[in-house]
Nanobody
Framework: QVQLVESGGGLVQAGGSLRLSCTASGLSVSSRAMGWFRQAPGKEREFVAAITRGGGSTHYADFVKGRDTISRDNAKNTVYLQMNSLKPEDTAVYYC??????????????????WGQGTQVTVSS
């Protein structure tokens, strides 16, 4: 059974940083593309970042380019999202997800078949 557990969320002032972690069980993060999504109140869930399996190329939403970095530690079976220069509009629940074997478009919700429970990130102004 696949389980993804996020941690590292919290309350931070604008301009601050947070590092989110996603620890997996039941799958190897090195063998799947892994992604981070977020969902703010009243809004749809949206793509934030992803890292492919194998070579690990990375992809980012335009609104986090230059601020966020996705990475993984295969030994710890964990994926990270380092978030810098946080803004109030980054406030959301952040979700980790594991992609299907053949995922198509990596920033699409439909590319992912396993999801964590989410971790709240709140950025105060």
């Amino acid at each position: 059974q696949v389980q993804l557990v996020e941690s590292g969320g919290g309350l931070v002032q604008a301009g601050g940083s947070l590092r989110l972690s996603c620890t997996a069980s039941g799958l190897s993060v090195s063998s799947r593309a892994m992604g981070w999504f977020r969902q703010a109140p009243g809004k749809e869930r949206e793509f934030v970042a992803a890292i492919t399996r194998g070579g690990g190329s990375t992809h980012y939403a335009d609104f986090v380019k230059g601020r966020d970095t996705i990475s993984r530690d295969n030994a710890k079976n964990t994926v990270y999202l380092q978030m810098n220069s946080l803004k109030p509009e980054d406030t959301a629940v952040y979700y980790c997800a594991a992609a299907r074997t053949y995922y198509g478009v990596i920033y699409s919700l439909g590319a992912y078949d396993s999801w964590g429970q989410g971790t709240q990130v709140t950025v105060s102004s």
